[in-house]
């Protein structure tokens, strides 16, 4: 039967056969040992408490810890009790094609949209944290509402309306367990209004894509060209709802250019559709102030999401949306179905964050620093790879690095591996066929390495791209 005791105060679950006592307690701790369970240097019970605890004999837990002593998976110490052994090989990290790759352990990661976690102001997280913690009332430690805490939907709709111009009072707005939950949200949201088809940009995340196909749509593409998505195919689509980056196209950097803003507003007044702004990176834009929301031009069509991730880091795990007034009372009861509520801790440090005006001092820092790395990006292109060019409005955490025709974006990702950095090819974030031929290029992030590795990361990018034109020219016979 299964028997509870205690490590050093912690419960640990064993399967004991009374018939058996001591070899189905030797099972039982091997078994906990090899499953890390119980890690390597934790201190055991003295047999005495042991055996006290599971109803056994003394010398039947001396003699099964001796045994396991014996084959090396205990230690016994003299005068200081019996220890699990530290073992060659138990603290290995899980194999595996990323955990391999040298990319991910040398922090030399140039994957598109990805901040630098890195520079996470922790003493000022930690500061907001405890302040918050100290002065939240006895209350608000017990289940929250299903729309989040009210003081940090009263602070972000504060911040969204002075920072992206989003028209939105504290009522419309849901804090959500990251952007992932919300938009799962809001597709199950539009499914219940009895949506059964979206558009999304041809390229973009293939995981939003399997969101929206989880919630129970049909997923469609909506071509992308340098003015954004072209919103004039939506009504050829026959679709109920569009997503868009229309502040800054991801993964092609561009942006969507006021007539078709216009465009695509129209066009939900005409349809009844939705439109969901996923508003990723809209915080940081480097050659002018920043593109305000679109869901400023129509507030009661668009559902507008946001998160912390990119600004702070994806650990904060908070997101939220701006939901028209049409779907508020469906997306809060689908909020539970998708468990997409933080915890109350988390938000009540968020805003305490952000009412010390600590968010708005990250986000300019980190502005700073991204402009400075995708200036970097751009000299080092120019300077050491001939035919190639950086394109994307200067924004965001990412930039396109355009590559001469006939080259394989494929072989560049692979070579980089090989090298050991990371980057994609654009055509992987392709939803189907292009509906028009572009050139060859590579998603270059430049957020996530650590400062003292952006250098080696770019160098190792490069390298990448110069072998794949040394092959190609190599193979010209002209």
């Given at each position: 039967m299964g028997e509870s005791w205690a490590i050093r105060g912690l419960d640990l679950h064993l399967d004991l056969d009374g018939r058996r006592k001591a070899s189905s307690l030797e099972e039982a701790l091997r078994?906990?040992?090899?499953?890390?369970?119980?890690?390597?240097g934790t201190r055991l019970p003295a047999s005495r408490t042991l055996a006290a605890d599971l109803g056994i004999a003394r010398n039947?837990?001396?003699?099964?810890?001796?045994?396991?002593?014996?084959?090396?998976?205990?230690?016994?110490?003299?005068?200081?009790?019996?220890?699990?052994?530290?073992?060659?090989?138990?603290?290995?990290?899980v194999t595996g094609a990323d955990s391999a790759s040298p990319a991910l352990h040398l922090g030399l990661d140039l994957r598109g949209g990805i901040p630098d976690a890195s520079s996470f102001p922790r003493r000022e997280w930690a500061t907001a944290a405890r302040r918050a913690t100290l002065d939240l009332p006895a209350s608000a430690f017990g289940y929250g509402p299903r729309r989040g805490s009210p003081a940090l939907r009263s602070t972000l709709a504060e911040y969204l309306a002075r920072t992206r111009g989003v028209w939105a009072e504290s009522e419309r707005v849901a804090v959500t367990r990251g952007f992932g939950a919300a938009l799962a949200t809001v597709g199950r949201t539009l499914v219940a209004e009895g949506a059964r088809r979206i558009a999304v940009e041809e390229f973009g995340h293939e995981a939003h894509r399997g969101i929206l196909?989880?919630?129970?749509?049909?997923?469609?593409?909506?071509p992308v060209d340098a003015d954004g998505a072209v919103v004039d195919r939506l009504g050829d689509l026959a679709v109920d709802a569009v997503l868009l980056t229309p502040a800054h196209q991801?993964?092609?950097?561009?942006a969507l250019s006021p007539g078709r803003r216009i465009e695509v507003v129209a066009w939900a007044e005409r349809s009844g559709a939705f439109i969901i702004e996923d508003d990723y990176d809209g915080e940081f834009r480097y050659d002018r102030r920043a593109i305000g929301a679109l869901q400023s031009l129509a507030p009661?069509?668009?559902?507008?999401?946001?998160t912390a991730s990119k600004s702070l880091a994806p650990a904060v795990g908070i997101g939220w949306a701006v939901i028209p007034e049409r779907l508020a009372g469906g997306f809060e009861a689908q909020t539970v179905a998708v468990n997409g509520i933080p915890d109350a801790l988390n938000q009540a440090a968020l805003d305490a964050f952000m009412r010390a005006h600590e968010y708005d001092r990250t986000v300019?820092?980190?502005?700073?620093?991204?402009?400075?790395?995708r200036e970097r990006v751009e000299s080092r292109v120019a300077a050491e790879l001939d035919g190639c060019r950086v394109s994307g409005m200067r924004a965001g955490l990412h930039c396109l690095l355009e590559l001469p025709t006939g080259l394989d974006e494929r072989s560049v990702t692979s070579t980089a591996r090989r090298l050991g950095v990371r980057f994609d090819g654009l055509g992987s974030f392709r939803l189907g066929?292009?509906?028009?031929?572009?050139?060859?290029?590579?998603?270059?992030?430049?957020?996530?390495?650590?400062?003292?590795?952006?250098?080696?990361?770019?160098?190792?990018?490069?390298a990448a791209v110069r072998a794949e034109l040394g092959i190609s020219m190599a193979a010209d016979p002209s």
């Amino acid at each position: 039967m299964g028997e509870s005791w205690a490590i050093r105060g912690l419960d640990l679950h064993l399967d004991l056969d009374g018939r058996r006592k001591a070899s189905s307690l030797e099972e039982a701790l091997r078994r906990a040992v090899r499953d890390r369970r119980i890690d390597a240097g934790t201190r055991l019970p003295a047999s005495r408490t042991l055996a006290a605890d599971l109803g056994i004999a003394r010398n039947v837990v001396a003699e099964v810890y001796g045994r396991l002593a014996a084959e090396g998976w205990l230690e016994a110490r003299v005068g200081a009790g019996t220890w699990v052994a530290g073992r060659p090989g138990r603290d290995a990290p899980v194999t595996g094609a990323d955990s391999a790759s040298p990319a991910l352990h040398l922090g030399l990661d140039l994957r598109g949209g990805i901040p630098d976690a890195s520079s996470f102001p922790r003493r000022e997280w930690a500061t907001a944290a405890r302040r918050a913690t100290l002065d939240l009332p006895a209350s608000a430690f017990g289940y929250g509402p299903r729309r989040g805490s009210p003081a940090l939907r009263s602070t972000l709709a504060e911040y969204l309306a002075r920072t992206r111009g989003v028209w939105a009072e504290s009522e419309r707005v849901a804090v959500t367990r990251g952007f992932g939950a919300a938009l799962a949200t809001v597709g199950r949201t539009l499914v219940a209004e009895g949506a059964r088809r979206i558009a999304v940009e041809e390229f973009g995340h293939e995981a939003h894509r399997g969101i929206l196909r989880a919630a129970g749509l049909d997923v469609v593409a909506l071509p992308v060209d340098a003015d954004g998505a072209v919103v004039d195919r939506l009504g050829d689509l026959a679709v109920d709802a569009v997503l868009l980056t229309p502040a800054h196209q991801f993964p092609t950097g561009a942006a969507l250019s006021p007539g078709r803003r216009i465009e695509v507003v129209a066009w939900a007044e005409r349809s009844g559709a939705f439109i969901i702004e996923d508003d990723y990176d809209g915080e940081f834009r480097y050659d002018r102030r920043a593109i305000g929301a679109l869901q400023s031009l129509a507030p009661g069509l668009v559902v507008y999401l946001g998160t912390a991730s990119k600004s702070l880091a994806p650990a904060v795990g908070i997101g939220w949306a701006v939901i028209p007034e049409r779907l508020a009372g469906g997306f809060e009861a689908q909020t539970v179905a998708v468990n997409g509520i933080p915890d109350a801790l988390n938000q009540a440090a968020l805003d305490a964050f952000m009412r010390a005006h600590e968010y708005d001092r990250t986000v300019r820092r980190r502005r700073a620093e991204y402009r400075a790395r995708r200036e970097r990006v751009e000299s080092r292109v120019a300077a050491e790879l001939d035919g190639c060019r950086v394109s994307g409005m200067r924004a965001g955490l990412h930039c396109l690095l355009e590559l001469p025709t006939g080259l394989d974006e494929r072989s560049v990702t692979s070579t980089a591996r090989r090298l050991g950095v990371r980057f994609d090819g654009l055509g992987s974030f392709r939803l189907g066929a292009s509906s028009a031929p572009r050139a060859p290029a590579m998603v270059v992030g430049y957020g996530a390495p650590p400062p003292h590795r952006f250098e080696a990361a770019l160098d190792r990018a490069i390298a990448a791209v110069r072998a794949e034109l040394g092959i190609s020219m190599a193979a010209d016979p002209s």
